[in-house]
């Protein structure tokens, strides 16, 4: 294995142990200076073994830096496949010598220059940018809500040079989503970094003004999407369509989305300033028209000196075991993949990323070796010519810069050429899914790598552009790094690369052709909203339709989403059609009973079937040459989404003034400048951990087993039923679950992403277990769940009912909600004076809080302090619910003596909390 290291610092010694074996003892005798060159052979844990003065042994992994990876020698070039429309994509040779590569990743925040040095700083190398900020720049303002990049809480703005577009960019991005490794050398912008309640920014007044914010919580990311909008494009006037359009990325739970878009929109060219309309008998406010915003307030820049481009090569390794390599060409990219197939122990996962948004999507993704390619010029070109077949783009070109690319391309080609249908509809479908901060960063080979990732699952796959792309017969460009070969491939080639193959080769680029005269193409999409939210249900259709009105054969594609694999192509479908007369309604009844017999998807398969039989019904009604207009609207685009419109007015009463008179929210402004604290950004006093919950997933007997957890970085122990004072309310369940979602233990570490890892890896075993019962009827049967009967009785209520002419007996399901409030349920303990404690709670009822804890820990509940400043949304879910996280950290605080903070996931939320009546 050519892999060299440098053996470093060893703790109380001078140099690094030697040992025979892995945890072996010291001796003195064998201790190897700090510097020394060795050759490493495998890894065992915590150790590493290596060869060093001809010696074999073993050294613990944080004693060893990487310097230098050399490659197998060049092989010469195999024949690439051959495919349709073949591109001569570039395949430079890795490098033969070895790879220098850094530690130290440099970036700014609202201005100020950081570094972190990977060899002197443990960090995982997959921690979230927004997790470093939390833990490192106080009074940020920076929020976190579902930590998967679907709300926006968390936005930030990142500005960095494009290598699709050749110049310095702003865009709004996922801080939880995007790891702190890949921001080296770009300027990140938080909300604080823009303006405060003093001093605001335009965008964080308009919030304020137009009333858009009521918990506050979400309105940080708010106040960044529409920043990073604005600034990437100063020049640009916006009209309030375009603006009503850049808020998909972005959730609000309790404002409601109008006064929100009111500010927006405030921005637009477009938008008259505000006015007051009188009547003859009142006074009425209204929202619209809109206030104008003022725009003498300059952003923070980054410093001149500083390079808003990554140039620095990055190697480091964490104390997990995993691995980070950054790849600035092409040729380094190739250099590191080869290196690592050549290693004696191959790498079980190797992940290339660029924009790490697949975690909004599967979430908890781990890999052994991180490549980080999203800055590799030669991966992010997109080029079209007028004269040619097909437009090609960079595998890691953000969606945000293909879908412009798109735009650009059609333009140029011109509205009426036979060339941009396909781009036309990649344009419209691309909008609504996924939301624009994701947009922002997520990129076209990520979405296809995902979708050969989990091709065999056999759950309904959530990305449509495999879909899109395959059903016009678009090709990828594969590199091979170990062979240094480049293949050309259709997407059924490229699902049928071996996973050994593809975990050392990447997409290099893709291939699409233009559309041809007599071309009909559509995409469908159904979901639970019209925009950013994932399909039920999609589909791709494309035929070539002749001036006779047949379907020219062996041109037609029909692509389905959502069917249980990544993408269902019905060749038998395609061949079918074949030749047929768009007008003839017998074969389309044919047709369709060929979709219902072929489709078999995982998850609800009556509902996704028939989806599909009204996509290809509504594509059949497009086909005809004449249409009924009872039928016309069946064909209308579905993805067009009218510029919202909302109007409020009120008559003031100046008898009860200050009620009834438009005043601006109080506390409003320090929300939209990310002044307002909630529990989660409490400044930490030193030596606080953080505790994530085990909760139960099955009911019957069990036993811990933490051995795995207790051995991941950061595991500070553990809280056990043992360790309540008072634990009569079963806080933590003893011996025996009682349900689902009963807490077990709470598992302690050193941050907030380390507990959570280590109770996702905490060990439960289960026995005597019983199923659980989630069906109301079957609840209903067993008489040892019934309550004490409670009735309010008004008259004689069985007289009425003898004595009614009709009676109708029925029974009315009512569903359930989750209350989803953006502020998870969240905690921080702390000891207090005399014995007591002190908790920050995210509660609408700090009393009962304040006697819960006080019940657990046995202690009178004048020794208890309960303080709360504002909750981040509640709607009733932060009165009872509020006091289990409460009682954690008081509880895991009144053991440790430490403070301990405990902010739950939204999966802690769903399964922990439970739902709210209906």
């Keep these: 294995m050519n892999r060299r290291v440098l053996l470093k610092q060893a703790d109380g010694h001078s140099g690094v142990v030697f040992r025979s074996k892995p945890q072996s003892g010291v001796d003195s005798k064998n201790v190897l200076p700090n510097g020394t060159i060795a050759q490493l052979i495998g890894r065992e844990g915590e150790y590493l073994k290596i060869q060093a003065d001809g010696k074999v042994g ?74 470093w900020i939390a833990a490192n720049i106080p009074n940020s303002g920076i929020r976190r809500s579902c930590g998967v990049g679907r709300c926006g809480s968390c936005v930030c703005s990142l500005s960095y040079t494009d290598n699709t577009l050749g110049k310095t960019v702003v865009r709004s991005f996922n801080s939880c989503l995007r790891p702190i490794l890949a921001c080296n050398g770009m300027h990140i912008t938080t909300i604080s970094g823009i303006g405060n309640a003093a001093n605001p920014h335009p965008c964080q007044d308009a919030l304020a003004k137009h009333s858009g914010t009521q918990c506050g919580f979400c309105s940080a990311g708010m106040v960044m999407n529409l920043y990073s909008k604005l600034t990437d494009n100063p020049s640009t006037k916006f009209t309030a369509a375009e603006l009503d359009k850049s808020i998909d990325g972005n959730y609000c739970r309790c404002t409601g989305y109008r006064p929100i878009l009111d500010a927006y929109k405030s921005f637009a060219s477009d938008t008259e300033s505000k006015t007051e309309e009188k009547t003859t008998t009142q006074k009425v406010f209204n929202a619209t028209p809109l206030e104008k915003p003022t ?45 690592l197939s050549t290693r004696a122990v191959i790498p079980k996962d190797v992940m290339k990323v660029a924009g790490h948004t697949s975690l909004g999507l599967y979430a908890g993704r781990k890999a052994n070796v991180y490549v980080s390619i999203g800055n590799i010029p030669e991966l992010s070109k997109c080029v079209f010519t007028q004269i040619g077949t097909q437009v090609t783009v960079g595998s890691t ?45 997520g990129t076209v080979g990520g979405n296809l790598m995902l979708a050969y990732e989990h091709q065999n699952d056999g759950l309904a796959f959530p990305l449509e552009w495999p879909m899109l792309f395959e059903s016009v017969d678009a090709t990828l460009n594969i590199v091979n790094a170990k062979t240094s070969t480049t293949s050309t491939v259709t997407f059924p080639q490229f699902y049928a690369i071996t996973p050994d193959e593809m975990k050392f080769s990447f997409i290099h680029s893709i291939n699409i052709p233009y559309s041809e005269t007599g071309d009909v193409f559509v995409s469908y999409k159904t979901g639970a909203r019209h925009i950013y939210s994932e399909a039920f249900a999609s589909a791709a259709m494309k035929v070539n339709v002749a001036a006779n009105g047949t379907i020219t054969p062996g041109k037609t594609r029909m692509v389905f989403n959502g069917m249980g694999t990544t993408a269902a192509r019905m060749t038998s479908l395609e061949t079918a059609m074949d030749g047929m007369l768009v007008t003839d309604e017998a074969k389309f009844k044919s047709l369709v009973a060929i979709i219902q017999s072929t489709l078999k998807p995982a998850e609800k398969p009556e509902y996704r079937i028939q989806l599909c039989v009204s996509f290809f019904y509504k594509f059949f009604l497009g086909l005809q040459p004449n249409l009924p207009a009872s039928l016309k609207s069946a064909v209308a685009p579905w993805n067009d989404k009218a510029t919202t419109s909302g109007k409020q007015a009120f008559t003031p009463d100046p008898s009860e003034a200050p009620i009834s008179m438009p005043i601006q929210k109080i506390d409003g402004l320090k929300q939209c400048t990310g002044e307002a604290e909630y529990i989660q950004n409490i400044p930490l006093t030193t030596g606080t951990i953080h505790g994530s919950i085990v909760w139960a997933t099955q009911i019957g007997d069990f036993t811990l087993n933490p051995t795995v957890a207790s051995g991941m970085p950061g595991f500070k122990g553990v809280i056990t039923s043992a360790d309540v004072p008072d634990n009569k309310s079963m806080l933590l369940a003893s011996k025996k679950t009682l349900y689902v979602g009963q807490a077990i233990v709470i598992v302690l570490a050193a941050t907030r992403q380390q507990a959570s890892d280590c109770a996702a890896a905490f060990g439960v075993n289960y026995t005597q277990t019983t199923p659980a019962v989630i069906d109301l009827d079957v609840a209903s049967q067993d008489k040892t769940r019934h309550m004490s009967s409670q009735s309010i009785t008004e008259g004689d209520v069985e007289k009425e009912f003898a004595t009614a002419p009709k009676v109708v007996t029925d029974t009315w399901d009512l569903g359930a909600q989750y209350h989803f409030h953006m502020e998870t349920q969240s905690a921080y303990a702390m000891v207090g004076g005399e014995g007591g404690v002190v908790v920050h709670s995210a509660t609408q009822m700090p009393v009962v809080v304040q006697q819960s804890v006080a019940a657990v820990l046995g202690q009178p509940a004048s020794t208890v302090d309960i303080r709360n400043r504002r909750c981040g949304g509640g709607f009733g879910g932060k009165l009872t619910n509020s006091v289990t996280p409460a009682c954690f950290a008081a509880v895991a605080t009144n053991k440790t003596k430490l403070p301990v903070s405990i902010v739950y996931e939204q999966s802690d939320n769903m399964l922990g909390a439970g739902l709210r009546p209906p």
Excluded: C
């Design 58 to 131: 073993y050294v613990k992994a944080r004693n060893v830096k990487l310097i230098a990876e050399t490659p197998a020698p060049k092989q010469q070039p195999a024949a690439p496949v051959a495919a349709p429309q073949p591109v001569a994509v570039p395949t430079p040779a890795a490098s033969v010598e070895p790879l220098q590569a850094g530690s130290v990743v440099t970036f700014t925040i609202n201005g100020m220059q950081h570094t972190i040095d990977t060899s002197k700083s443990d960090i995982p190398v997959d921690l979230s940018t927004h997790d």
């Design 295 to 339: 725009t003498n307030y300059k952003p923070i820049e980054a410093p001149q000196n500083f390079m808003a481009k990554p140039t620095t090569r990055l190697a480091t390794t964490d104390s997990s075991g995993a691995q980070w390599f950054t790849a600035t060409t092409q040729a380094e990219l190739q250099t590191i993949l080869k290196s």
């Design 397 to 441: 070109t953000t969606l945000t810069n293909m879908l412009s690319f798109f735009e650009n391309a059609i333009k140029a080609l011109g509205a009426t050429s036979q060339k941009i249908k396909f781009l036309q509809r990649f344009v419209e479908h691309g909008m609504r899914s996924p939301g624009n901060n994701v947009r922002n960063t």
